[in-house]
């Protein structure tokens, strides 16, 4: 499936306080891409992603985020601690400053159904086994092994489709 542009934003200043490090985006059938004038452009590869997840700011945290799902983050997406959220690479902050959250509530809960909605198509578009989406890293068949577990654990490949694939890793 070719990669195609769905649609380019540029991010407000009004959700762009303190953290929040990009300046425009642009949804792709396939992607995200996050352009910041510090780090250049990120890619979100949707093929590198459970899911994606949105979570509010609020009083707890004046961050409004847009979350890329991992196995390795799927159990404690929701990070309240502003530090911590400043820094993680899966996530798009969105502030619209101390106590006034719904500019950034409202902009990115709208990125956030954009973004669901196309990760969504693109996953139901793609098959799991054959479909050349899976990321080839040179690991080990036993660390291959350990992610297509860790896969099955939470639920998003089956039985059948772990035994197959351990077959084929262990040349069985």
Do not use: H, W
């Given at each position: 499936?070719?990669?195609k542009?769905i649609?380019?934003?540029?991010?407000?200043d009004?959700?762009?306080?303190?953290?929040?490090k990009?300046?425009?985006?642009?949804?792709y059938?396939?992607?995200?891409?996050?352009n910041?004038?510090?780090?250049?452009?990120?890619?979100f590869f949707f093929?590198n992603f459970?899911r994606?997840?949105w979570?509010p700011a609020?009083l707890?945290?004046?961050f409004?985020?847009?979350?890329?799902?991992t196995p390795?983050?799927?159990?404690?997406?929701?990070n309240?601690n502003?530090?911590?959220?400043?820094?993680?690479?899966n996530?798009l902050?969105?502030?619209?400053?101390m106590f006034?959250?719904?500019?950034?509530?409202d902009?990115?809960?709208?990125?956030?159904?954009?973004?669901?909605?196309a990760?969504?198509?693109?996953?139901?578009?793609e098959?799991?086994?054959?479909?050349?989406?899976?990321?080839?890293?040179a690991?080990s068949p036993?660390?291959?092994?350990?992610?297509?577990?860790?896969?099955?654990d939470?639920?998003?490949?089956?039985?059948?489709?772990?035994?197959a694939?351990?077959?084929?890793?262990l040349g069985?």
């Open positions: 499936m070719q990669s542009l649609k380019k934003y540029d991010i407000p009004s959700v762009r306080k303190q953290y929040a990009y300046l425009s985006l642009e949804l059938t396939d992607k995200l891409v996050a910041s004038p510090n780090k250049g452009a990120i890619t093929k459970l994606v997840e979570t609020s707890v945290s004046q409004a985020q847009v979350v890329f799902i390795e983050n799927a159990n404690n997406f929701v309240y502003n530090i911590n959220s400043a820094v993680d690479t996530k902050l969105f502030c619209s400053g006034s959250y719904t500019a950034a509530n902009y990115s809960k709208k990125l956030y159904m954009d973004i669901k909605r990760m969504d198509e693109y996953k139901s578009n098959s799991f086994a054959g479909s050349g989406t899976t990321v080839q890293a690991l036993a660390e291959e092994l350990k992610k297509f577990k860790e896969l099955l939470i639920g998003i490949i089956s039985q059948k489709e772990f035994d694939k351990k077959k084929q890793l069985l």
